[in-house]
C-alpha cells in the first residue's frame, strides 16, 4: 500500500480487498462528490455478511453532508458508531492530503488501516458523508486469522486501542469509555477464542490464559467496579464474562499449586 500510494498519479485513492466487491456507481458517485467539495475524505455506506452463517448488516453515515474539522469533531463518536472508522475500503482519500501529511501504513499485520485512518483524522480539514451502501464485505471466512490463537495479534490490536486514544486526545473527545470496550473486546474474544481451541488441552489453555490475565492486569482492567463504566449490556456482558474466567483461573492455578 506505501508502494502504492508512492506511485499513484490521481487526484484521490481508493482501496479495495480482492475477496470483496464495490457497487457499479461508486466511483462516478464518489467523483460526484469531489466535484463539488474537494473533502480530504469521503466516507460511505457498505454492507457486511458472513460467509458462515449467511447474517448481514449494513452500515451508513447517519446522513449525507459535508462536515468542517470542527464539525467532523462534534460528531465524531456518531460517525464512528454508524460507519467502520477503521476500514480503508469505505473510505476515499485526497492523495494531496496525504502527500502532506505524510501519512504511512505501519509495519503491522494487524490494524496497519486503523492506524493510517487515525494519522488521517488527527490532520483532516474537512470530510464528506455519503448515507449510501456502496461496498459488500465477507467474514467469518473459514480458517480467519481472529479464528486463531495469535498474542501478537491481541499486543497489536491493544496497540491499535492506544493510538485510538492520542487521536482522541488531539481531537480534544473523551474516550474513556470507548477505550475501555475496545479493550474488552478484544480480550473476550482472545479467551473465547482459547477456551474453544478443541485441539488444547485444559493444561494448554490455562499457560495460555495466564497471559493473557497479565496483560489484562496490566491494563487496569482487573476491577469489578469498571463495570459501571460501561454502559452498554453486551460489553458489560463480556466484560464480566473476562473477570469471571480469569478468577477462576488464578483459584485453579492456586489450587493446583
Not at 33 to 61: A, V, W
Not at 107 to 130: H, I, P, W
Not at 171 to 179: A, K, M, V, Y
Amino acid at each position: 500500500r506505501n508502494l502504492a500510494l508512492s506511485l499513484a498519479q490521481g487526484e484521490y485513492v481508493y482501496f479495495i480487498d480482492a475477496d470483496d466487491y464495490i457497487e457499479k456507481d461508486l466511483l462516478q458517485d464518489m467523483d460526484n462528490q469531489i466535484e463539488e467539495f474537494h473533502p480530504d475524505i469521503i466516507f460511505f455506506g457498505y454492507e457486511m455478511e458472513s460467509i458462515r452463517s449467511g447474517k448481514k448488516i449494513i452500515k451508513m453515515p447517519h446522513e449525507t453532508s459535508h462536515f468542517s474539522r470542527n464539525e467532523f469533531i462534534n460528531n465524531f463518536h456518531l460517525i464512528e458508531h454508524n460507519v467502520d472508522i477503521n476500514s480503508l475500503w469505505n473510505k476515499v482519500y485526497n492523495k494531496k492530503f496525504l502527500d502532506k501529511i505524510s501519512a504511512i501504513f505501519p509495519a503491522m499485520s494487524v490494524g496497519e488501516d486503523a492506524v493510517f485512518n487515525y494519522q488521517c483524522f488527527k490532520r483532516v480539514s474537512n470530510v464528506t458523508l455519503v448515507r449510501q451502501k456502496y461496498y459488500h464485505y465477507s467474514f467469518e471466512r473459514p480458517g480467519s486469522a481472529i479464528n486463531t490463537i495469535s498474542f501478537n495479534r491481541m499486543e497489536q490490536r491493544l496497540k491499535v486501542v492506544t493510538e485510538y486514544e492520542r487521536l482522541c486526545k488531539v481531537l480534544q473527545i473523551n474516550s474513556q469509555e470507548e477505550s475501555l470496550i475496545k479493550k474488552v473486546n478484544i480480550f473476550f474474544s482472545e479467551i473465547k477464542t482459547i477456551l474453544s481451541a478443541g485441539y488444547l488441552s485444559n493444561t494448554e489453555k490455562s499457560e495460555k490464559l495466564i497471559i493473557i490475565k497479565d496483560e489484562f492486569i496490566r491494563y487496569h482492567l482487573f476491577n469489578i467496579m469498571m463495570i459501571f463504566e460501561i454502559r452498554t449490556n453486551k460489553s458489560k456482558v463480556k466484560f464480566i464474562f473476562c473477570l469471571f474466567v480469569l478468577s477462576m483461573l488464578i483459584k485453579w492455578r492456586i489450587r493446583n499449586d
